[in-house]
Structures are given as C-alpha cells and as structure tokens.
C-alpha cells in the first residue's frame, strides 16, 4: 500500500480498480452567490478526464472541512479508464450539470466557478488547483496544494481570487 503522508495523502491511498499508479483528479464548481460547491468524482481517460455520472455530491462552500473531505474522497474515487467513446456524449448529459439544477448549460457556467484538481505527477503527494480562463488572454489562477495543506482552504481562497480578478475585467 503507498506510504501516506499527511492530511491529504492519507485520505487518498491509491485507486481501489487497478494496481498501478496515475494520476488522480476531480472537479469542483462552486456557485458565485450561494454556499454551494458541487464535488464531481471523475474517470481518468489516460489523460483526458470526465465527470462520473453519479459522482456528484453537494457541500457547503464555506465548510472548509468538508468541502477538504469531499475533495479528498472523490480524488481517492478517481477510475482510471482508458478507453472511452465521448462521441456519444450531448452537452445536456453532463454530470455537475444536472445536479445543480440550472435550466440551461449557459446559466449553469455562469454561476458556477469550475475547478480542476489533479495530482501533480502519479504519486498524487501534491495537487494542483486550476480555475477557469479570466478575460481575453486566456489566463487562469493555478495553485499547489500540499501533502500537509489544508485543501478546502486553499479553493476557498483560490475562488475569492477567481471572483475578484474575473470583476475586474
């Protein structure tokens, strides 16, 4: 079994369907005006990533320790799954969608701030945090999180930067 190290590596272990390392990631998307963040557990593609259908959770944005639980679960749910046919897939299909309840995919990206987080290398030992593009250069926040860090209080502080540079465009 990997050696844990910390707060967020002893949470993660490795992946429970495969006896190899890759690297583990999810999404978070935490609504502008509300304490909502939706958690979603996702499939690793060798590489590519997508939500899991029935891997979305719901928790209180401003809960640091369960915003950090839920995220460390859904890290440690990561399936890694290479073959995959997106083909199939429609935009209404998406999973963190659906959950939030939004009537419209466009209102749904409005409102909510989508994170990714995705271990830096397989050892998944430190993540690393990635907001959507801000403005008309395609920029982004990044930050590294960690063995020892405190994850919900990084992505809370990471969305109050977020918010803070997309008003002042």
């Not at 967020?8 to 429970?16: C, E, M, R, V």
């Not at 259908?53 to 399936?79: H, M, N, R, Y």
């Not at 897939?89 to 409005?110: M, Q, V």
């Not at 990084?154 to 109050?160: G, R, S």
Request: proline share 3%; glycine share 6%; hydrophobic share 35%.
């Amino acid at each position: 079994m990997k050696r844990a190290i910390g707060k967020i590596a002893s949470i993660i272990g490795s992946s429970k369907n495969i006896d190899f390392k890759f690297v583990q990631s999810c999404e978070v998307y935490c609504h502008q005006k509300s304490n909502r963040a939706l958690v979603a557990k996702q499939f690793n593609h060798a590489g590519l990533t997508a939500d899991q259908p029935d891997g979305i959770v719901e928790v209180p944005f401003l809960d640091t320790d369960q915003l950090a639980t839920s995220i460390c679960s859904a890290l440690k749910d990561c399936i890694f799954e290479p073959k995959f046919n997106y083909r199939d897939l429609k935009a209404s299909d998406w999973p963190a969608y659906k959950k939030s309840g939004e009537k419209t995919i466009k209102k749904f990206e409005t409102d909510f701030i989508r994170l990714h987080i995705r271990g830096v290398n397989e050892s998944n030992l430190s993540f690393q945090i990635t907001t959507g593009e801000i403005g008309d250069y395609g920029l982004c926040l990044k930050s590294s999180v960690g063995p020892r860090d405190d994850m919900g209080i990084a992505i809370n502080h990471i969305v109050q930067k977020y918010v803070w540079f997309k008003n002042s465009e």
